[in-house]
């Protein structure tokens, strides 16, 4: 195969880029046409494939020749972003969030925009990536050189001159494709488009190579990893720290490096895609890796020593005259190579465009004329083309300078290194709010110089910029400051080596930087925006995380929409202003500048400049509305007022509920007295009209019949029985009432506990005396000498111990009395051994004319427990019946010494 | 300035919600950990390259795999959170023109 088919081919294979590119421009340009979404070249499928942008030229011949020389190490490459990708619910969904929130354009827009929306650090980051992304361009160059050359060795092009080419006719399509349109929201379909379907390719190639080797050249899986084994050397032992650190660097990598950055988060058109490309991508890389290794094996068998590994995908079917299978891989290889360009260069020159050019041209302008911004749109392209030119001129001198003569994977990490210098202040934007802007800066600077010193400039070889004795000792002889050996630090990989001290320094930068450092009043509206961005409420503006204060203002809305017609375009900036106007219930094309308008335009704005330019535009404008740290203060604690104003207010509406409650309680127990006391006096009209209507019925008969001597002794006496029966219940009555009001004078006397229940006994005694009751005395209290109402306590016990003769249904009956103490309370129990009283009954023998039977027999009117509890509430203490004793129990507790502060009565 | 606390306990479906996200983001950690594994192993015949390599491939699909499973109920719980927020800002105005955002 000669050149004159692979330029062809090549050629061919870019002017498909173009149709597919120009297909995809032209259907996204006419749903939106439509008013619709482009809905296939936005799909979960097509961002995934969009993100195998990180499987570059490096992956497709790189990974090869790393696995013939390290074993297994390559794949650490792909395992850090796996497992970045398997874990995006952590850190990538905040990331991908907080972009589309922010409406960032690059890392660099992201970085500074978290950090006040400072110029200078946006500055630094851009820095950074374009020395980081330098090599890396160089090394799709230097790729692609390789790949014609093994082809053509003998061929007159050089491969410089093959490269220059190759960076010209990518700078071409990357300008045409990449520069079409100032989009909001910085998306470029064509571009997205062509790098998913390049994904196939470099897929196809690569898993086709892959499978001839298997299948083709040796026989079968098991076949190769026997090969595997046999040549398996010292060299391909993994080594612990290259190991971790490696993996450590790829998963940083795929979150910072630019054009990661690009499809991830600025192309991302929905959050959810990350749900598919959290598997499909981990499982994209793997389909990449899995025939490295036999692939490389079979190289180093077939193929004579000497030759590059770093092309045995390339050279392993040419040597064994699989033509069409080469060229497939050469087109596979290329198409790795030519997507990383397009796509690294358009981040870039977004980077560039927007935090160098235009910032420079804005201030330049601001001495001339301060409002009359011209154009903007043209000079944001132009300077986009311009930049894209420059980044492939840097790779390509690179390339030149290096001379090729590194292998793929160094170089690779080596960008790696150099954009991990971003990780302490991407990690400090989403997840700490303390950090400032002046750390930020400071991590940043330390970082990147440490990476230039230790890894960048001496990569490019002894002599370029480093002479080798100053490799070897150090600047004027300073050993410590080697740059290999950086304080003293020997032996170690170089890699991991830049890697410690850069990721350190960097760190403790940033976080001194921020500690020491006070944060301006936007660092501090974005920190929140940015750490709090699942937190709706932080998110909503009205919480006080606004960039403008809300002094009124005067007329500068027109200019307002002047400045953004040049920014956005006419009708895009029309259609915007009209839309605020009407969300504030206006007409017309003029909002009120409140704080969220401006916001809102700051962050439309933003999505096509860059956060830093478009709040400087801005501020141009309004002038001195920035949003101060007291106003940020102000709008806080007016918040936590009102805040703390709806908390009272809730804790004051608890307050009434509760005391509504109470009232509607005190209701109830009103309504229930009035009940009771209309029981009451029927009740006691009953009770009391019994006996009277006997004496009436007997006094009538002594009256009118004649009756003889005997017959009148005996109604006389049930007359005299029926009137005593009448006063003993008036008495009770009387007894209750005067207790129940507690107007009852105390007799307080000293006795001794056992005397009183003595004295009880005998009394009752007089109750049912036919009845033989067994007692059983116990308890350590009845020595003791109390002091309260002796007699009312006797009749308390006396009345109880009645009721137990009484009621109590055993036909051998006992009563036991146990007598406890418990601190200054004594407790008398009584109990029985007969059935007790039900369960339903027990809170009802307390009430007044309570009678469980209604027989006659109980000899009284229901008064007496009542009595019984009145009394000892009077003494300071209770009567209530003790269940579960097995039978009727009565405790009747009270104090054993009362004193006027006791009783009920005081 | 916080708003009413969000529920100390909730149902059964979110609380499975819950855990599967506590999983996602537990896997990283549990996948770093097994692709380090194979610095601990000593060098013999049963741990050569071959064997190292199968291994890893292994893990590769596992993790797929899982991430796989997990993707889909986080995913709902994406847009349940999306419709979540959708009725937090007041309605907007109708609006004449376009609807922002729309992609170009």
Request: proline letters at 4%.
């Amino acid at each position: 195969m000669t050149l004159n088919i692979l330029i062809p081919a090549a050629l061919a294979y870019v002017v498909f880029l173009f149709v597919i590119a120009s297909i995809a421009e032209n259907r996204a340009e006419a749903l939106r046409a439509r008013g619709l979404k482009p809905r296939f070249l936005r799909s979960p499928l097509v961002y995934t494939l969009s993100l195998s942008v990180y499987c570059t030229a490096w992956t497709f011949y790189g990974a090869v020749g790393y696995a013939a020389r390290s074993g297994l190490e390559y794949l650490t490459i792909y395992f850090g972003p796996t497992l970045v990708f398997v874990g995006w619910w952590w850190l990538l969904r905040k990331l991908v969030r907080v972009g589309k929130a922010q409406r960032v354009t690059s890392i660099a827009d992201l970085i500074s925009s978290r950090y006040g929306k400072s110029n200078l650090v946006a500055v630094i980051v851009t820095l950074l990536a374009v020395a980081a992304t330098t090599p890396y361009i160089a090394l799709q160059l230097q790729s692609i050189a390789l790949s014609f050359g093994a082809f053509a060795a003998d061929q007159s092009l050089a491969p410089q001159q093959m490269a220059l080419w190759v960076a010209v006719g990518l700078a071409l399509f990357t300008i045409l494709f990449g520069t079409r349109n100032l989009d909001a929201n910085e998306q470029h379909h064509g571009v997205v488009t062509a790098i998913a379907v390049e994904a196939v390719v470099k897929l196809v190639a690569l898993l086709a190579v892959g499978a001839w080797v298997v299948w083709g050249l040796a026989e079968g899986p098991a076949d190769i990893m026997a090969r595997i084994a046999a040549a398996d050397r010292e060299a391909w032992r993994i080594e612990p720290p290259r190991w971790m650190g490696l993996t450590l660097l790829a998963g940083v990598a795929v979150m910072t490096l630019p054009r990661m950055f690009q499809v991830m988060v600025v192309e991302n058109a929905d959050e959810r895609h990350l749900a598919t490309a959290s598997w499909a991508f981990p499982l994209y890389l793997m389909a990449m890796s899995l025939f490295v290794l036999p692939i490389a094996v079979m190289g180093l068998e077939l193929l004579p020593e000497g030759m590059n590994p770093d092309l045995f995908v390339l050279t392993l079917p040419h040597e064994q005259g699989q033509n069409a299978l080469a060229m497939l891989a050469f087109l596979g290889g290329f198409s790795a190579a030519t997507s990383m360009v397009i796509v690294a260069s358009v981040a870039l020159a977004t980077m560039v465009s927007n935090h160098i050019v235009v910032p420079l041209w804005l201030r330049q302008r601001q001495a001339e004329a301060r409002r009359d911004l011209g154009d903007m749109r043209l000079l944001v392209l132009n300077a986009r083309r311009l930049s894209i030119g420059g980044i492939l001129g840097l790779g390509y001198v690179y390339f030149a300078v290096s001379e090729g003569s590194r292998s793929l994977a160094a170089i690779g990490l080596i960008a790696f290194v150099g954009m991990a210098q971003v990780l302490p202040a991407l990690i400090g934007a989403l997840y700490w709010r303390g950090g400032s802007r002046i750390g930020a800066a400071t991590g940043l600077v330390i970082g990147a110089l440490v990476w230039l010193y230790t890894l960048f400039l001496p990569s490019l070889g002894a002599g370029v910029v480093f002479s080798a004795t100053f490799l070897a000792e150090g600047p004027f002889g300073i050993g410590w400051l080697r740059p290999q050996a950086l304080f003293g630090v020997e032996g170690m990989d170089p890699l991991l080596h830049t890697l410690f001290w850069s990721m350190m320094l960097n760190g403790l930068g940033f976080v001194t930087g921020s500690l020491v450092s006070f944060p301006g009043p936007m660092e501090r509206v974005q920190s929140a925006q940015f750490v709090n961005v699942f937190d709706t409420d932080a998110a909503n503006p009205e919480s006080g995380a606004r960039g403008w204060s809300s002094e009124t203002a005067g007329d500068e809305v027109e200019d307002l929409l002047a400045m953004s017609q040049r920014v956005l375009g006419a009708a895009e900036a029309q259609s915007f202003f009209q839309r605020e106007a009407a969300r504030q219930g206006k007409g017309g094309y003029l909002p009120d500048p409140t704080p969220d308008f401006l916001d809102r335009l700051e962050r439309e704005l933003a999505g096509s400049v860059g956060a830093a330019t478009s709040h400087a535009m801005i501020a141009q404008i309004v002038g001195g509305r920035v949003v101060t740290v007291d106003d940020l203060v102000a709008v806080a604690s007016e918040t936590a007022q009102i805040m703390e104003h709806s908390a009272q207010l809730e804790a004051k509406s608890e307050e009434l509920a509760r005391t509504a409650r109470q009232l509607r309680e005190v209701n109830e127990q009103m309504h229930k007295l009035s009940v009771q006391k209309d029981s009451f006096l029927s009740q006691i009209s009953h009770e009391l009209r019994t006996p009277m209507t006997s004496i009436r019925a007997f006094s009538e008969i002594l009256m009118f019949e004649d009756v003889n001597g005997e017959e009148q002794v005996r109604y006389a006496q049930i007359i005299h029985d029926e009137s005593i029966r009448l006063t003993r219940l008036l008495d009770d009555l009387l007894d209750l009432s005067v207790l129940e009001s507690g107007r009852v004078t105390l007799d307080i006397q000293e006795a001794s506990l056992g005397e009183l229940i003595d004295r009880a006994l005998r009394a009752s005694n007089a109750v049912m005396p036919e009845r033989q009751f067994t007692m059983h005395r116990s308890g350590t209290g009845e020595a003791l000498r109390i002091r309260t109402d002796i007699n009312r306590l006797t009749q308390v016990f006396i009345n109880v111990l009645s009721n137990a003769r009484k009621y109590c249904d055993a036909a051998r009956p006992e009563l036991r009395i146990v007598v406890h103490r418990r601190g200054r309370k004594v407790m008398v129990d009584f109990i029985d051994n007969g059935s007790g009283i039900p369960k339903q009954s027990q809170s009802l023998i307390f009430e007044k004319f309570a009678r469980l039977s209604d027989t006659h027999k109980a000899g009284g009117a229901g008064l007496g427990l009542a009595i019984c509890r009145e009394i000892m509430q009077n003494l300071g203490g209770d009567i209530a019946y003790l269940p579960g004793q097995g039978g009727a129990a009565f405790r009747v507790s009270f104090a054993a010494e009362l004193d006027a502060g006791n009783s009920k009565a005081a | 300035m916080k708003r009413p606390r969000p529920p100390l306990f909730v149902e059964r479906t979110a609380y499975r919600r819950r855990r599967l996200m506590d999983g996602a983001r537990v896997l990283p950690v549990v996948g770093f950990i097994l692709v380090l594994l194979p610095v601990l192993w000593t060098r013999n015949d049963a741990h050569n390259t071959a064997n190292e390599a199968v291994y890893l491939f292994c893990l590769w699909l596992v993790l797929v795999i899982v991430a796989f499973i997990l993707s889909r109920p986080l995913r709902a719980a994406l847009m349940r959170e999306e419709r979540g927020t959708e009725r937090q800002p007041p309605a907007a105005a109708p609006t004449p023109a376009a609807p922002k955002d729309e992609a170009p």
